[in-house]
């Protein structure tokens, strides 16, 4: 694969996962608190994907959330059919109920969380910490395949050391339990990016499975999709904060559309319009200054940007912001301010 073109025809053919197929191998990564359903709308109406996922949600929440009520397991009808639900939890049980009630709204699938390395989920025993319980994370696949039909998706790191074959042994584990998929962030739960991704443990991941893997980690700019691919042979490209910095880069990747230079103050405004549809002012406001960072890190002279781009209280003081700083688009950087991708 040596061309964009090549990468776009590649992202651009069709890959079966479980039950149901997906006309495009570009996703979004699920995020908490950034793959909210503000955004989720904004990614869509740009296009270019083939999942979205949600934020993650509560295991034990989801079978009583109410999703007129909810921040989080909530959703438009029209993306239903390609948004996979992201669950933690640490008991096979209750993830098995939360997923009967994620098929039962419609999702395309629903996707277990082994991944996220937050103190505040870990202490609980969730997320990235299932994997010091091999056994128990297993477990849980075992029973969410038992209790649903529609794709089984796991995302998890490659664990507490940095040791590639337990990320191999995991991965054929979920695979032989009932994943339909897996997605693989390969850096040691212990490590914020600190590092680099090793993409060769993708590599490994790849070869223990026989089901798609979605390569993860540090995908900024399209050469970086045309060398995971070739460095790993994934089936396909998991984009988590490069989809927060640019909400059109599904786009860009794989239909070839170049943003125009109005691209920064449209993308800023229209967010803020979809967000005051969905929320409260309040929240609103709180959402918009979580994504601020990562739009912001695609600007020359970022941190200063976003101090002045936040610095207001209320939605019709952010859109005032953005008219003022971002109207005359600023000058950009090709690779954002990683220190903002925090």
């Known amino acids: 694969m040596k061309t964009k073109e090549h990468l776009a025809h590649y992202l651009n053919t069709p890959l079966p996962i479980g039950s149901k197929t997906i006309e495009n191998r570009m996703v979004l990564a699920p995020m908490a608190g950034l793959g909210h359903i503000a955004l989720r709308e904004l990614i869509s109406e740009f296009g270019g994907f083939g999942l979205l996922f949600t934020g993650m949600c509560s295991a034990r929440a989801v079978p009583h959330e109410n999703p007129v009520l909810s921040n989080v397991f909530t959703w438009r009808q029209a993306e239903l059919s390609f948004l996979v639900c992201q669950i933690f939890g ?27 390395s937050v103190a505040a989920i870990c202490k609980k025993g969730c997320g990235a910490a299932l994997l010091k319980k091999p056994n128990l994370a297993v477990e849980i696949v075992a029973a969410v395949r038992q209790a649903v039909s529609c794709p089984l998706f796991v995302k998890f790191r490659t664990g507490w050391e940095n040791n590639p074959q337990f990320a191999a042994d995991m991965a054929k584990r979920f695979e032989d339990a009932g994943a339909d998929a897996l997605t693989f962030h390969p850096r040691v739960a212990p490590d914020r990016r600190n590092r680099p991704p090793r993409w060769d443990i993708i590599t490994r991941v790849k070869k223990a499975v026989s089901i798609p893997v979605f390569g993860n980690g540090n995908l900024f700019n399209i050469s970086d999709g045309i060398e995971m691919v070739d460095q790993t042979n994934c089936q ?63 600007f020359k002279f970022s941190q200063s940007i976003l101090k002045k781009l936040i610095k207001a209280d209320t939605m019709e003081g952010i859109r005032s912001n953005i008219d003022i700083l971002l109207k005359q688009s600023p000058e950009t950087l090709t690779t954002p301010n990683l220190t903002l991708f925090i």
Not at 91 to 116: H, K, T, W, Y
Not at 261 to 283: E, G
Request: glycine share 8%; proline share 4%; charged share 20%.
């Open 90 to 116: 640490s008991e096979p049980q209750s993830m098995a109920a939360a997923a009967r009630r994620i098929e039962a709204e419609g999702f395309f699938g629903v996707d277990l969380n082994f991944g996220c």
């Open 236 to 298: 396909g490209l998991s984009l988590g904060r490069m989809a927060v910095a640019r909400p059109w880069i599904f786009a860009q990747w794989t239909k070839g559309k170049l943003p125009g230079d109005d691209i920064y103050h449209f993308t800023a405004l229209r967010l803020t319009h979809l967000l005051s549809r969905h929320y409260d002012d309040r929240f609103a406001v709180k959402m918009f200054k979580k994504f601020a960072p990562y739009f912001c890190a695609n």
